[in-house]
């Protein structure tokens, strides 16, 4: 198939981001990671932290490119010719949402499709906010995070205590 695109806010990139990625990767001859930079939403990492560590994590694919960007992503996917948006639903609520969202992207793009991934289900519980709970008093996030995430949400954790 041919060139898609994989867009969230990855704040922390997970595990259950990575068993898109994977599947994706097989499903398309290159799959595009953009992290998004949202303005409006508060984020626990960077952009440019996000980024390191998403491109540390899928270092052993070699048809996945990492970026960041600020603008409607339906413009990048044009911009770098691809012709799908990849998404990872967890439930209902995700689908719906995922829905709407992928209809008004189709609004935007008419030639660029929406393809909706299921995560796999030992990773359906995996939630950013979860994820920065549970670091937060120091439990175990290695059924969450690749190791490098447990890490920089440990040491993140640690700054924070510290000023």
């Known amino acids: 198939m041919g060139i898609a695109v994989f867009a969230g806010s990855f704040d922390p990139p997970s595990l259950g981001h990575l068993d898109i990625i994977k599947r994706a990767s097989r499903i398309f001859s290159h799959l ?3 992290i998004a930079i ?3 939403k508060k984020s626990f990492f960077t952009p ?3 980024k390191t560590m998403m491109q540390e994590i899928v ?3 070699s048809n996945v490119t990492v970026v960041t960007y600020s603008s409607l992503i339906v413009e990048y996917a044009r911009k770098v010719g691809a012709d799908t948006l990849v ?3 967890r439930n209902v609520d995700d689908f719906s ?3 709407d969202l992928a209809l008004l992207n189709k609004g935007l793009e008419k030639n660029i499709e929406t393809v909706f991934l299921p995560t796999s289900p030992r990773y359906f519980v995996i939630r950013s906010s979860a994820i920065k709970e549970l670091a937060k008093y120091n439990g175990d996030l ?3 995070v690749p190791d490098i995430v447990a890490t920089a949400l440990k ?3 640690a700054q924070q205590t510290k000023t």
Do not use: A, T
Request: aromatic residues 8%; charged residues 45%.
């Open 142 to 144: 290695s059924s969450m």
């Open 48 to 50: 440019e932290e996000r």
């Open 32 to 34: 595009h990671i953009v």
């Open 97 to 99: 949402y995922e829905f």
């Open 87 to 89: 998404r990872g639903i």
């Open 38 to 40: 949202n303005s409006e």
């Open 59 to 61: 270092k052993d694919i």
């Open 155 to 157: 040491e993140k954790r």
